[in-house]
């Protein structure tokens, strides 16, 4: 068992409880992408009523994305847009933007964050929900990249002839785009660790 820090209250803690916290952040940070491919795999024969089941759809979509040429970062938004589905039933995107949000651009974060509302346009109506709830965001600068998300890439990922290809042909991008935030409030912490 490793030395653990002594304060009851963060305000008590001191720089050599932090320099035993530290290391142990680090060591649980590089385990990040095991982690989050280990809940996609919660995914699987989760049909949830759905003709694919949830990581099914999420290969697809980042299939699709890979196919078209797009980016690792893009590809692997795709991969983890609906990840969120297990824990935020009623906020998925806002999970999936969560664990995101350190590593991708600003478009792509905003893109993972909204394409529920975008999405909605193909099924809000059989709800009783505005399918042109997306319309509140019609000037935005990532409007259309999260249309174009939508309409190619999780749109039509519901399909169980279309081509997924596995998790471990995605897991590299993943651990690439994981290996070191762009931005974090620990950025500087973790530069100097």
């Not at 009851?8 to 720089?15: L, N, V």
């Not at 999936?96 to 949000?101: D, E, H």
């Not at 990249?145 to 596995?166: C, G, K, M």
């Amino acid at each position: 068992m490793s030395a653990r820090a002594g304060f009851t209250r963060m305000d008590e803690s001191t720089r050599e409880d932090w320099a035993l916290i530290v290391p142990e952040a680090m060591k649980m940070a590089r385990t990040l992408p095991d982690r989050v491919l280990d809940h996609l795999r919660l995914l699987d024969g989760d049909f949830g009523g759905f003709p694919v089941d949830r990581l099914t759809h999420c290969l697809q979509t980042a299939t699709l994305a890979h196919r078209d040429g797009r980016d690792e970062e893009y590809v692997c938004c795709a991969l983890l847009h609906d990840i969120g589905d297990t824990l935020g039933s009623f906020n998925h995107a806002d999970i999936a933007a969560a664990i995101l949000k350190p590593f991708v651009s600003e478009a792509n974060l905003w893109m993972v964050q909204q394409h529920a509302i975008f999405q909605g346009y193909n099924f809000f109506h059989h709800l009783g929900l505005d399918r042109e709830l997306h319309a509140q965001f019609r000037d935005h600068p990532h409007y259309q990249r999260t249309w174009e998300f939508v309409e190619r890439y999780d749109n039509p990922a519901f399909d169980p002839a279309a081509e997924a290809l596995p998790l471990d042909f995605f897991e590299p991008m993943l651990r690439r785009l994981m290996r070191e935030p762009r931005q974090s409030i620990y950025k500087a912490a973790l530069r100097a660790a």
